[in-house]
């Protein structure tokens, strides 16, 4: 599956932004689905995810900022971010996991700048 990520930009400190994810086939069955993010000089970090069994979790730093939802019927992945501060700073990437079918794909990410 192929995933772009889209709507990341520039955003003043507290301020919002929603980053959408296009995948190239259904999302329905995907076991893993989310949002990871990189900033300069640091580790890949889980943002946010749908997993299975329902479950979602959320990294600590974004917990009750951030919100992960999906719309199954167009195959899209969102992350809507609120309350952003300068440490949010990073390059977000759309991840989509399964590995009975084999899939383990990568967005090219977004580029998520937060100005103080």
């Known amino acids: 599956v192929q995933l772009v990520e889209s709507g990341g930009g520039l955003v003043q400190s507290g301020g919002s932004l929603i980053l959408s994810c296009a995948a190239s086939?259904?999302?329905?069955?995907?076991?893993?689905m989310g949002w990871y993010r990189q900033a300069p000089g640091k580790q890949r970090e889980l943002v946010a995810q749908?997993?299975?069994?329902?479950?979602?979790d959320y990294g600590d730093s974004v917990k009750g900022r951030f919100t992960i939802s999906r719309d199954i019927t167009k195959n899209m992945l969102y992350l809507q971010m609120s309350s952003l501060k300068p440490e949010d700073t990073a390059v977000y990437y759309c991840?989509?996991?399964?590995?009975?079918?084999?899939?383990?794909?990568w967005g090219q990410g977004t580029q998520v700048t937060v100005s103080s």
């Open positions: 749908f997993s299975s069994g329902g479950r979602t």
């Open positions: 086939g259904s999302i329905f069955v995907i076991n893993i």
């Open positions: 991840y989509a996991g399964d590995l009975l079918r084999n899939i383990n794909s």
